[in-house]
């Protein structure tokens, strides 16, 4: 056998013998995998086509289903929660979509990547991985409605905002102060005023998606209010039962592999005209059953008094979003729904003549610090015209644009001192003044017992008394939120402290030897 053919041999065994590894595609932790097939693009895909695929690992199996998204392409989008090796197939009723298969490695989440939020201690949210998170949310309800010049204006606003949360609508709005424009695409086909349900208009859904993940990567939240009022001009709140239920199954599928986003079933349940025009709880029974990766599920009331609250306690609802300025109530509400609480909407820094809308900056940032201390998690807006357009009348409210307010400093601030301290094993105290047995209403108090004290009075002149257990001393700061800067600073002895407030917005912070 000549020197030739013994190499050639060798080559075929090694080669026979030596098969290899297989080349995966990588994912991080909770990040998005995404499956793209090609499928009919006749008819009414919309409406005729169904598909999922099945993913699994070990002993794990989740189904996660598909949508369609224009020219023949459809996508499944499954944010995995576990590393290793996920495969997939997929179930369709038209044969090129079924059957499908493959695999993919899910790998460690890179450092900016916590993971989706998830309820702890009953009373508060933290990243999945055990970072926490404080809320301190904002407001632009139909700022992917508007042209894209203020939508890129808008991430670029956020990205330097104190914000971590956005409430934000799919559908546009028609309101007065500015919100009379025609939306940059519709959401579905339109013509003569009338809606075609089964053409979904490709360019606005994925914009949306889009715009969901350059909040992702700017580490915002976005909680998608599915349905609201306000849409009279194009009447999507009318859809109907059936439709209602095929557009929720479409954004579940469009947009939950998205770790940052929040389902809100509504901007203001219950005005009258869409109080009974949906189906609350068949719409928020199908995200609990549906949605496989459970992101949280909120729901808006309209009348700011309890009567008109949808009844948090229903086990679709992972937290309360409540519309209130009533802040002496957080504690009574969080016993009981026994759910964190979220004042979603507490009036907006402005200057419209609704009372609403018409906060000083002083306000707005004193309404932070009485919601966070009472042990619910905040919601800033602003009403002022702001100059991201000169053609159209823009507020960061509805439209979003810049912000032009005087509370983002001071509610950065806030957001600062919330996340300095242990507030997930904090609750909200209610102060008795002087030596009464009367209960304020003006002093708020979160306090973690013999560790940590958080106490603020928006007023001057109150007297606030406080017992201070143990036996050791605290660490005490007077600090004006407003100005943001610390007054004074001292060692106070256990027992009780009293102390009489001399400015506006103040806040006591007072920590024991174990958090110094």
């Not at 030739?4 to 995966?24: G, I, N, R, W």
């Not at 009379?180 to 606005?204: G, H, I, L, M, V």
């Not at 802040?327 to 964190?340: A, T």
Request: with cysteine; proline share 5%.
């Amino acid at each position: 056998m000549n020197k030739l053919m013994m190499l050639c041999m060798a080559f075929l065994l090694l080669h026979s013998c030596t098969q290899p590894d297989e080349v995966l595609e990588k994912v991080e932790q909770w990040g998005v995998y995404e499956i793209e097939l090609q499928g009919p693009s006749e008819g009414s895909p919309f409406f005729d086509i169904q598909l999922s695929a099945e993913f699994t690992i070990g002993e794990e199996k989740v189904k996660v289903p598909g949508f369609y998204d224009g020219e023949g392409i459809y996508r499944i989008r499954f944010s995995p929660d576990k590393e290793g090796k996920w495969i997939f197939s997929t179930t369709s009723n038209d044969s090129s979509l079924n059957e499908q298969s493959g695999s993919f490695e899910c790998i460690s989440p890179t450092a900016d990547n916590h993971g989706p939020l998830r309820v702890v201690n009953t009373f508060y949210l933290q990243y999945a991985d055990g970072t926490p998170f404080y809320s301190v949310g904002t407001t632009a309800y139909q700022w992917t409605s508007v042209k894209q010049s203020i939508q890129e204006k808008t991430v670029e606003t956020l990205a330097a905002a104190p914000f971590n949360k956005i409430r934000m609508c799919v559908f546009p709005k028609t309101y007065k102060y500015g919100n009379d424009t025609e939306p940059w695409q519709y959401a579905f086909k339109r013509e003569n005023e009338e809606n075609d349900y089964s053409q979904p208009n490709f360019d606005f859904f994925q914009n949306f998606d889009k715009r969901i993940q350059q909040l992702l990567e700017i580490g915002i939240e976005a909680d998608v209010i599915l349905f609201h009022p306000y849409d009279t001009d194009w009447d999507y709140f009318l859809m109907g039962d059936e439709m209602n239920e095929r557009y929720v199954r479409y954004m579940i599928a469009r947009i939950s592999a998205y770790r940052n986003v929040w389902w809100s079933l509504a901007n203001e349940w219950d005005v009258p005209k869409i109080k009974e025009a949906i189906d609350w709880e068949g719409i928020g029974t199908l995200l609990q059953k549906e949605d496989p990766h459970q992101r949280l599920v909120g729901i808006h009331n309209w009348y700011n008094t309890e009567d008109h609250f949808y009844d948090h306690s229903r086990p679709w609802l992972t937290h309360s979003s409540i519309q209130a300025a009533q802040f002496f109530n957080i504690p009574r509400w969080r016993d009981k729904y026994q759910k964190p609480v979220l004042f979603d909407e507490m009036r907006y820094e402005g200057d419209v003549p609704s009372g609403w809308g018409n906060l000083s900056a002083e306000e707005m940032a004193s309404y932070c610090w009485m919601a966070g201390l009472s042990g619910s998690y905040p919601t800033h807006g602003e009403t002022l015209q702001n100059d991201s357009d000169d053609s159209t009348e823009v507020r960061w409210w509805a439209k979003g644009g810049t912000l032009v307010g005087g509370s983002i400093e001071p509610i950065r601030f806030f957001r600062q001192i919330m996340e300095e301290a242990p507030v997930h094993e904090m609750s909200p105290q209610q102060v008795i003044l002087g030596d009464s047995t009367e209960l304020s209403n003006n002093i708020h108090i979160l306090a973690k017992e013999q560790q940590y004290y958080l106490t603020y009075v928006a007023d001057s002149a109150q007297n606030i008394s406080l017992e201070l257990p143990g036996e050791a001393d605290y660490q005490m700061e007077i600090i004006d939120t407003w100005k943001m800067e610390v007054v004074d600073k001292k060692t106070v002895p256990p027992g009780k402290f009293e102390h009489r407030t001399t400015f506006p917005f103040s806040l006591i912070r007072i920590v024991g030897e174990a958090n110094q």
